[in-house]
């Protein structure tokens, strides 16, 4: 996660705050490259600058949890009178919803936010945790006004802080955007579950790959497009750079993100992810090079780059498609 410079302010007058946000992205294979405005340099931001071709947009990929086949329970909802005449709001077990127009959509949304909510629970920790108190509040803007604050191209933004013994946790997102029910949100959620279970901040890298897991999986094969051809380019991160990161990286922030779930894929292919939540709590004490030895009989940073790109690429030598 990057901290946002008005985030810091807030940290410094006491309270504790996180914050991640999902970027816009180039247009994979379309626009890498090219300059696309401002580095996200002080917030989290998820990829996303430009609309989905309606082809990608109408894809009906699933995410692994509903790969998986979980079968959801279905989501009341209720919906509140509306106080300040631009807002309306609904609010489910976790969740409170902000939103503008038509209340038809907002079921679905319900749902979706409650599903990914107890799937990301459930990967990592096994079960889902006690209702969120205070609920979680999602903003659906459709302005791009609420996104002032956020890193510039920010497709989705996950914040918290917290009070006492209690998280209040803060999501916003664009409405319109095409991908917002397979990938945005889960992605953004995830962030929000993870909030409260490490003591310390999680490492960028961990924190964006466990929220690019929660993505459909269209959006892996934009990883392995993107990360073949940086491969040919010779221009990866070593994943050692990657897991000793702090923050995101200036350049090449796209990357980060499809190495950063490329790595927890490999990672919780090779063992549990309850392992790799073991990995992110004692690599912070002991270092990230023995805890891998340990718990993924992995040698050396080497060895993990030799089986990660193995993982990767297969046999075969990286697609040169760039
Ligand atoms: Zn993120």
């Not at 490492?203 to 392995?224: L, Y």
């Not at 990657?242 to 090779?270: H, N, R, W």
């Amino acid at each position: 996660m990057l901290y946002g410079s008005h985030f810091r302010a807030l940290l410094l007058s006491g309270l504790f705050i996180f914050s991640c946000a999902l970027p816009i992205t180039q247009a994979i294979g379309q626009t890498a490259g090219k300059d696309f405005g401002p580095r996200l340099a002080d917030t989290k931001t998820e990829p996303a600058d430009k609309p989905r071709i309606a082809a990608d947009m109408s894809s009906k990929s699933k995410t692994p949890a509903e790969a998986k086949g979980k079968a959801s329970t279905s989501t009341s909802v209720r919906y509140l009178p509306q106080k300040d005449g631009v807002w309306s709001v609904a609010e489910t077990d976790n969740f409170r919803i902000f939103f503008k127009g038509d209340i038809k959509p907002i079921d679905k949304m319900a749902q979706v936010v409650e599903d990914s909510r107890q799937n990301a629970y459930e990967r990592w920790f096994g079960k889902a945790e006690d209702t969120w108190s205070p609920k979680c509040y999602l903003y659906l803007d459709d302005s791009g006004k609420e996104f002032k604050k956020a890193p510039k191209n920010a497709r989705g933004y996950t914040s918290a802080f917290q009070k006492g013994w209690n998280y209040h946790r803060y999501i916003t997102v664009h409405s319109d955007d095409p991908d917002l029910v397979d990938t945005v949100l889960p992605h953004e959620i995830t962030h929000a579950v993870m909030i409260g279970h490490f003591v310390d901040q999680l490492p960028t890298w961990a924190d964006e790959g466990m929220a690019g897991i929660a993505q459909r999986r269209a959006d892996f094969d934009d990883f392995h497009k993107l990360i073949g051809r940086y491969e040919h380019k010779g221009k990866l991160f070593s994943l050692q750079t990657l897991m000793e990161m702090e923050g995101y990286p200036d350049d090449d922030v796209d990357l980060f993100y499809a190495q950063s779930a490329l790595l927890v894929e490999f990672l919780i292919k090779e063992k549990e992810p309850k392992v790799f939540v073991s990995l992110l709590r004692e690599a912070k004490k002991d270092g990230w090079a023995p805890v891998l030895k340990k718990l993924y009989g992995i040698a050396s940073f080497e060895d993990l780059e030799k089986r990660w790109k193995s993982f990767v690429f297969g046999n075969a030598s990286p697609p040169n498609d760039g």
